[in-house]
């Protein structure tokens, strides 16, 4: 564990690790070139990864990756551990103020490996990138 | 109306209500009261609550402080001697004068002591004020026999207190039966069974002729049959009389026997002078009960308003707890009087074996209740009193209302059908009209209606009236009433609990493909985990639950502003050796941590980042910490005072009272957190009453108080029971706390579900101590269960390399968080502000 492995794809700022780092039903965090990324691990959703901001706009803290996932009226959120407001992991928008939004990173499964892009998706329907060399 | 000044002689009950109200009336009237007694007023009703365990403070009405606070002129310590009506003044023993414009007399009354010869010899003592009580204190102190004469109210009132004290209680009544005023023939002599089942000693029909000194105790009463009882102390408590001499002496109207006479608007024959309480005589009768005090109170101050409201007599009607029993009387008791010109018709129930007895006196269409007798179960003292007082008409067979319910059948009376005049409480004058009138202002619960109209605050008899009434006017308007979860689950946390009990669902996932729809969300994840553990008390960072848990709990710390975390190893009742003193200090130089003590009596450390908890704990661990649970909804901390081992005044050992409990009950998870405290005496330095469950030193063991709270919403803790011993106290403990888990909302602290536990305090006694629901050993062996399977998660946990992979900053990479910056502060760190930061490191 612990072995940061900075790539490039694209000339995009990439994380590349292995699956078995990952929390079912709950988040983790990337770091990428010098973002904070929380990827979340839903194995039971389609797609199963999401990725968000790790930054609290509101709480001022790096800590999304360390809050509770769910959904409100069916929409996948994570809430913050330090004041509770809900974030979408589709859109990042913040549910509880309209103002406030995170950025949605990509975040996909190759086999083993977790690949998250600090390129920012720019819909949360939007597939998955195909290919990585 | 005009501002006038108005001086109200007597600071009791009574009086203080009226300056209390007046003070309301913010009319800018010049208020001045005067009290005899050193201190301000208190309640008197519950004067024998200072010997099962209340300090007289607990009985304050009011202080010093607060008459300032609202612009009354307070003097306590010294009587009003004389009224100058002519010059509209009063005069104090000290010689201060006071002019008024309207002056009130609450002078309230006095015991009246029997012109026995001997009666004024030392031993011989009162009972009415809290310096009485002092004096039967000191008596008791080097007695062993304590005679009460008079066994009515306050005289049965007066026995308990004997009784705390740990006296052997006569109680000697010159009537052939006890409480002959409220009770009828058959009530009294159930009343007389259950009370000498308390080893309390009643003797009736017995006139004492004289007090002479005793052969083996200090005094012996003889009696006009011959016979003769020896005791330590006699207290009078055979009735009141009015305090009027002040009225007298200024040439002001009072009775033949006394009392000062007044008018509907409760004006003495001076009509610039009120009289109000026991001290006044309405209608040829002392109104010796605290609620038609307040009527006449209320009478008083509307004649300082543009809408007068006259006093038209009240209702004499009580329910109360006498040495523990429960006796309530309402109306025509004896069932004597003629209604409409025919003779009552009564109804009655007696059951020797379960000690009850109750009685209904209804007209003779058998359509209105006239009165009612209640011995050892008031539970139908509510709806009949509604029946009396609103005249509403009775079922069909109203004897109904009294028999037990083997089927369900009682007829409750449904809050709707009562009209908006109807009194809830009668102890703040709450009608149904003013609970819907909240209501229409916004209330939407008990708990708001509680706070906005006081309804049920002084002796919570009417908290199931209240409730039903609330309810009812709730669903009238279509409020939608649930106390449900969250979207995902359409049950309150009780009926979760229950679920997954009986389901025997071990896991969140179970639970929501059973009970619940969508994915869950951080409100019921964590209830649901909380109830796993309440109820199976698995690892908490097992695969299947970590993913349910508070950030808290997920990484067993509690994080901070910046995302940091803080580090609390128990400590258990605060005792500490130099040694892992030393370790704490050690481990916190070591990882740059910032310390503070809690209140709790622990220590806090700071600023640990999330991938540091492993090594602090492998360290804390080795020295032989465990884990605090300060990040948990679970038992906290108890809190001690140094008690008998070190302390001049401590009675009992309370540190290790608080070690025992503590770690007893650690890792036990519940709706909330949980604090406790072990006092060693009545000095309180533990402060247990702000405690969830606090626990007290005596001579005889241990008091037991519950339900207390500090923090946002402070409540004293109720007194659930005195003078425990080590295996009882934790019976009732292990039984309390379960029942809690049980039967609580999501994050409830005990102060609001006592709040809203229906019955109150009474039932909650009635679930632990007498076990009424029989689940007792059920929650025994819940809480059993809970204690043989503790762990130290902390321990688990770092020798759990899988379990350690959490505790990473990034999965990528070993740097840290660049965010969190530190700068020192009184030579410590602390989290650095925006604007440091951005100095510190240039981004």
Redesign the interface.
């Known amino acids: ?5 900075h790539k490039q794809f694209n000339n995009e700022p990439i ?3 292995s699956k078995a ?6 988040g ?4 990428i070139n ?1 973002v ?1 990324v929380a ?1 979340f691990y839903l194995p039971t959703e389609t797609p199963p990864l999401y990725a968000i901001d790790n ?1 609290d706009p509101i ?5 999304l990756s ?9 929409e ?2 994570v ?1 913050s ?2 004041y ?1 407001q ?1 974030f979408s992991l589709h859109s990042g928008r913040c549910l509880e103020d309209d103002s406030v939004q995170v950025s949605v990173y990509q975040a996909r499964l190759e086999g083993d490996a977790v690949i998250v892009m600090l390129q920012k998706a720019q819909s949360q329907k939007q597939n998955i990138v195909q290919d990585i060399a | 109306m005009k501002a006038k000044k108005i001086v109200v002689v007597g600071n009791g009950m009574v009086g203080h209500y009226y300056v209390e109200q007046l003070a309301k009336q913010n009319a800018g009237h010049d208020i001045t009261v005067i009290g005899a007694e050193p201190r301000p007023a208190y309640d008197r009703v519950h004067l024998s609550e200072v010997f099962s365990g209340k300090n007289p403070e607990d009985l304050a009405l009011t202080t010093r402080e607060h008459y300032k606070d609202i612009g009354v002129h307070a003097h306590f310590g010294d009587a009003v001697a004389r009224i100058d009506r002519k010059a509209k003044e009063v005069i104090t023993d000290l010689g201060r004068r006071f002019a008024y414009d309207k002056l009130v007399l609450a002078t309230g009354s006095y015991p009246f002591v029997p012109p026995v010869p001997g009666s004024d010899q030392a031993g011989c003592l009162t009972y009415r004020t809290i310096d009485d009580l002092g004096a039967i204190r000191a008596h008791a102190r080097d007695g062993k026999v304590g005679v009460v004469i008079g066994g009515g109210l306050l005289g049965l009132e007066c026995a308990n207190a004997l009784k705390s004290v740990g006296l052997e209680t006569h109680v000697v009544e010159f009537a052939p039966g006890l409480m002959g005023v409220q009770l009828d023939n058959g009530g009294s002599v159930m009343l007389r069974q259950m009370i000498e089942e308390l080893d309390v000693q009643v003797h009736t029909s017995k006139s004492t002729q004289k007090i002479v000194p005793g052969n083996e105790r200090r005094l012996r009463m003889e009696f006009a049959d011959g016979s003769a009882l020896e005791t330590d102390m006699i207290v009078f408590s055979a009735g009141i009389r009015p305090y009027d001499q002040l009225a007298k002496a200024a040439d002001i109207t009072v009775g033949e026997r006394g009392g000062i006479v007044i008018d509907y608007h409760c004006r003495t024959s001076d009509s610039d002078i009120f009289a109000i309480g026991e001290c006044a005589l309405f209608g040829g009768r002392i109104y010796g009960l605290v609620a038609p005090g307040y009527r006449m109170a209320d009478a008083a101050l509307s004649q300082l308003t543009d809408t007068p409201v006259p006093f038209q007599g009240a209702d004499m009607s009580t329910k109360l707890k006498l040495l523990g029993i429960d006796v309530g009387s309402i109306g025509d008791s004896h069932g004597k009087a003629l209604h409409n010109g025919q003779p009552p018709a009564a109804f009655l129930y007696s059951n020797d074996r379960e000690r009850v007895y109750k009685k209904i006196v209804v007209s003779a269409d058998g359509k209105k209740l006239l009165g009612a007798v209640l011995v050892g179960d008031c539970s139908d003292y509510d709806t009949l009193l509604q029946f009396f007082l609103n005249d509403m008409e009775l079922p069909a067979n109203p004897e109904g209302i009294i028999l037990p319910a083997d089927n369900g059948a009682t007829p409750l009376l449904a809050g709707m059908s009562l009209p908006a005049t109807a009194t809830i409480c009668s102890c703040l004058n709450v009608t149904k009209g003013a609970i819907v009138a909240a209501i229409d202002g916004g209330c939407c619960s008990v708990a708001d209606v509680k706070a906005t109209t006081k309804a049920s605050t002084g002796c919570g008899g009417c908290a199931a009236l209240l409730k039903s009434t609330v309810n009812e006017e709730l669903a009238a308007r279509g409020a939608e009433i649930n106390n449900y979860v969250c ?2 689950f359409a049950y309150s946390r009780q009926e979760m609990f229950h679920l997954i009990k009986v389901g025997s669902l071990k896991t969140f996932d179970d639970m929501l493909h059973k009970h619940g729809k ?5 409100v ?3 209830a649901v985990a909380s109830i796993l553990a309440s109820l199976f008390n698995d690892y908490v960072l097992r ?1 299947e639950h ?7 709990d ?2 067993l710390a509690n ?1 901070q ?3 940091t975390y803080s580090i609390v190893p128990r400590i258990a009742g605060g005792e500490i050796s130099a040694e892992k003193l030393i370790v704490i200090g050690e481990v916190a130089k070591k990882y740059k941590l910032y310390t503070k003590i809690t209140g709790g009596q622990r220590i806090d450390l700071f600023g640990a980042r ?1 991938n540091q908890l492993p090594d602090i704990w492998s360290e804390l661990v080795a020295a032989g910490f465990e884990t605090g649970h300060a990040y948990g909804k679970a038992l906290r901390t108890v809190k001690s005072c140094v008690g008998s081992t070190w302390c001049r005044y401590g009675v009992q050992d309370s540190v290790r009272m608080a070690i025992l409990i503590e770690n007893r009950y650690k890792g036990v998870r519940s709706p909330h957190k949980l604090k406790s405290a072990v006092s060693g005496c009545t000095r309180e330095c533990a402060e247990a009453q702000s405690k969830d469950f606090g626990v007290i030193a005596t001579e005889n063991g241990w008091n037991l108080y519950v339900c207390g709270n500090g923090g946002m919403k402070p409540r004293h803790a109720d007194l659930f029971a005195t003078d425990l011993d080590d295996a009882t106290l934790i019976q009732y403990i292990d039984r309390f706390l379960m029942f809690y888990i049980r039967t609580a909302d999501r994050l409830q602290r005990t102060s609001v579900w006592m709040n809203n536990l229906e019955g109150g305090l009474d039932y909650l006694r009635e679930v632990i101590i007498e076990d009424k629901l029989g689940i007792a050993a059920e929650l025994e062996a819940q809480m059993a269960l809970l204690l043989d399977t503790y762990q130290c998660e902390w321990k688990t946990t770092i020798e759990d390399p899988e379990k350690l ?2 505790f ?8 840290e ?4 910056v530190f700068v020192q502060e009184r030579g410590q760190p602390r989290p650095a502000k ?1 604007n440091e930061r951005a100095a510190l490191a240039p981004h």
């Open positions: 564990m612990g072995t940061a492995i994380a590349v690790f780092n990952l929390l079912e039903n709950s983790v965090c990337a770091l010098g904070q990827v930054y709480g001022g803290a790096n800590v360390r809050g509770i996932v769910g959904d409100i009226n069916g996948l959120v809430a551990p330090l509770k809900h | 979207e995902h969508g994915r869950g969300c951080d019921c994840k964590p695969k970590a993913s349910l848990q508070d950030t808290n997920t990484f994080m502003k910046d995302g999330v992979q959490r990473r900053q990034f999965v990528n990479s070993t740097e968080d660049a965010h969190v925006d």
